[in-house]
DNA sequence: ATAGCGACCTGAGTGC
DNA sequence: TGCACTCAGGTCGCTA
């Protein structure tokens, strides 16, 4: 389920009730998610004050007070809500209503904040999520982030930097730019409506981008700017839902944003003056969805 | 090196 | 109402 958008909308929906925070209790329910749960989680996580939550790709990061950083992964099903305690109420005094979906609530952040005490629960009904305890001083060697590429907000991603990783390459687009060596972040949803806001097929070869010196062309400039354009909107609208979701039930992770061409199979395609019609393939074992009258 | 595919796990949706 | 089947936003590891 979260690609960038949606794992920085956490992050945003979290730090008010985290940062700040001290982590009085981790109570862990499962060990066995995608990966086994680190060893020392709970004797390393309690007591610790949170300094700061940050993100790099998929990844949140929760930032310690004491340069260890937990390091979480929301797999296709992950998500987090945050249940906060009424300031006056004691440590052992939990009443809050029980999630109607606990069986898959698998690390409970309790947390001591300025104002009381809350309760930051990760729940995960498939499991391929996960959780890593890691040094903030070495993050860069954490592996999933050796060879990562960059940021599809910053200004290290741009026309020139993706000719160089794109020229010579026969991999339909589509493929690539799922790579996260390529770009980070980018998951299936936003590859598709990438390509489609730049009359891009999900077929077309990634080196046709590039010209025969290495320079991107007009159409890599279009892609780039997709993908800035199609990632910083998905923000803007995770951002805006943010606090209406947390009212309706205080969950975080999964926004019923409206896509373009996404799971839009058979229905008209959006592209003004366009008359074509989404269609699916399957690339990759994956799904695209694109319109091949706009899309070449 | 690159590309394709199954595996990991559970739930939601569909059609009979 | 139940059952069988398909599909899912990510990533890893194995093949050719």
Known sequence: MPELPEVETVRRGLAPAM???????????????RFPLPENFADASQGKRIVSLGRR??????????????????GMSGSFRVEEEAASRTPGGFALPRSKDGKHDHVLFHLRTPQGWSRVVYNDPRRFGFMHLWKRSQLDAYPP??????EPTGNLLDADYLARRLGGRTQPLKGALLDQSVVAGLGNIYVCEALWRAHLSPLRKSGSLVTPTGGPKKQLLLLTEAIRAVIADAIAAGGS??????????????????????DREGEACRTPGCNGTV??????GRSSFYCASCQK
Do not use: C, N
């Not at 929760?62 to 950083?69: N, V």
């Not at 982030?145 to 960059?150: A, D, N, S």
């Open 241 to 262: 839902s943010l606090r209406d979701h947390i009212q309706t039930d205080g969950s975080l992770g999964y926004f019923q944003h409206s896509f373009s061409v996404y």
């Open 279 to 284: 269609s699916r393939i399957i690339q990759a």
């Open 19 to 33: 940062e700040g925070s001290i982590i009085e209790r981790l109570e862990l329910r499962r060990q066995d998610l």
């Open 145 to 150: 982030f050796v060879g990562l590429g960059p």
């Open 57 to 74: 790709a998929k990844y949140l990061l929760i930032d310690l007070d004491d340069d260890m950083t937990i390091i979480s992964h929301l």
